[in-house]
């Protein structure tokens, strides 16, 4: 789960992280009120959507720039109610964009340098990371393509949590000294708290800047949270955004099923999520394009199936479905039973291959092949792959 920008500066200041001050709105009428709670006479309009890239993005309507640094009161508001209400394109949006629904107004900083910090988790080592870099207010790829040698990671233990020691070598590797590198260590100190604290999956502040005072403050925030970690972060949970998810994702969830849309034609409906990969990935190979991933679980029942299909078909492009179960908790003659009546339900029009393997799959094939619902059966996963390629 993603949070905005501003959402994740009200957590920095619950846990000692300094930032500019700011204030978010979402109506234009409240413009003047916010930019007068703010004591510089130059602000920061952002945009506040779930993507990165904003500052390069670009309006539907031509106009450039998602988020804008203005010298008076009178440019801060032009410049929101430009954006508000307004689709952001960025590189992170795809063509779609996203719509602008909130405008963060923050006091602008006099910037002496600009650097990289992050903290996530480090699949290989199965350990949170901190990586920082003297090359900030840039996409960290470029950096670790172009000058990875500019790039300085810390692997923290994470029964022993970031100890100060490493805080101090992190801040005297982006070149901090004294008392700037002392506040640099504490920083890093309470970000790697709040995301301990938060179940945050990443923490993203790019850039880190320092000031001609001296002081090191977080400019900007992108935070990320462990979806199976929210059952216990109540608090987490009251941030989330749908306005900013797909309507099929948000329908997904309240079925407990896992979907993640795609740009194919090729629905697919899998349980598990391994073989939900494999799945996508066989498609591609036939010649197709996956229009989803959704894995149902390991026990899915009659009702889950149908909301699965009802959620695929939602999806305007999908043009055929290819359901390809595994049974070993979940038996092949309950799923055939789910999609079989799935498929009356929803008045099925489209090519549909099932594939069934697993506990009591002759059950399960006899179920589909006497069914009055237009079903191709297949054997194996390439077999089923080929066919719903084919027939779409």
Same mark, same amino acid.
């Given at each position: ?67 804008k640094l203005a010298k008076s009161k009178d440019e801060a ?168 998810? !797909? #309507? %099929? ?10 979907? /993640?849309?795609?740009?194919?034609? +090729? =629905? ?46 939602? !999806? #305007? %492009? ?10 070993? /908790?979940?038996?092949?003659?309950? +799923? =055939? ?56």
């Amino acid at each position: 789960m993603n949070i905005h920008e501003y959402q994740a500066k009200i957590l920095f200041e619950q846990f000692g992280i300094a930032c500019p001050k700011g204030i978010a709105v979402t109506d234009k009428e409240q413009f003047a009120q916010a930019i007068d709670s703010l004591s510089t006479p130059m602000f920061v309009v952002k945009s506040q959507i779930h993507a990165g890239g904003r500052g390069k993005g670009t309006f539907t309507d031509g106009f450039q720039g998602g988020v804008k640094l203005a010298k008076s009161k009178d440019e801060a508001i032009g410049y929101a109610e430009k954006m508000l209400g307004n689709t952001l394109v960025t590189a992170q949006t795809g063509p779609t964009g996203r719509k602008v629904q909130t405008i963060y107004f923050t006091e602008a900083c006099d910037i002496e340098k600009e650097y990289y910090l992050a903290i996530l988790i480090d699949r290989d080592s199965s350990k949170p990371v901190v990586v920082v870099s003297t090359e900030g207010g840039v996409d960290i790829e470029k950096v670790s393509e172009e000058t990875p040698e500019k790039i300085f990671k810390a692997a923290v233990d994470p029964t022993l949590r970031l100890r100060a020691y490493q805080a101090r070598d992190i801040a005297y590797s982006l070149g901090f000294s004294g008392k700037q590198a002392s506040q640099c260590a504490k920083l890093i100190l309470n970000l790697y708290k709040m995301f301990w604290e938060t179940d945050a999956s990443m923490v993203e502040v790019n850039p880190l800047i320092s000031t001609p005072e001296g002081d090191i403050l977080a400019l900007d925030a992108k935070v990320g949270f462990d979806d199976n970690a929210l059952f216990r972060q109540p608090e987490i949970l009251k941030l989330r955004d749908l306005n900013e998810e !797909d #309507p %099929k994702e948000i329908e997904a969830s309240t079925f407990n099923l896992n979907y /993640i849309a795609l740009d194919g034609n +090729i =629905a697919c409906l899998v349980n598990g999520a391994g073989l939900a990969m494999a799945t996508m990935d066989i498609i591609k190979k036939c010649g197709g394009s996956p229009a989803n991933f959704l894995d149902v679980g390991g026990g899915a029942t009659a009702e889950q199936v149908t909301a699965a299909f009802k959620i695929i078909l939602s !999806d #305007p %492009k999908v043009k055929g479905i290819l359901v390809n179960i595994f049974g070993g /908790i979940m038996m092949c003659d309950t +799923i =055939a039973t789910g999609v079989i009546e799935a498929a009356k339900a929803v008045k099925l029009d489209k090519p549909l291959v099932v594939r069934l393997e697993g506990t009591n799959v002759k059950e399960g094939k006899k179920l589909l092949a006497e069914s009055s619902v237009a079903i191709t059966a297949a054997d194996t996963l390439a077999d089923a792959a080929q066919k719903i390629v084919d027939l779409v």
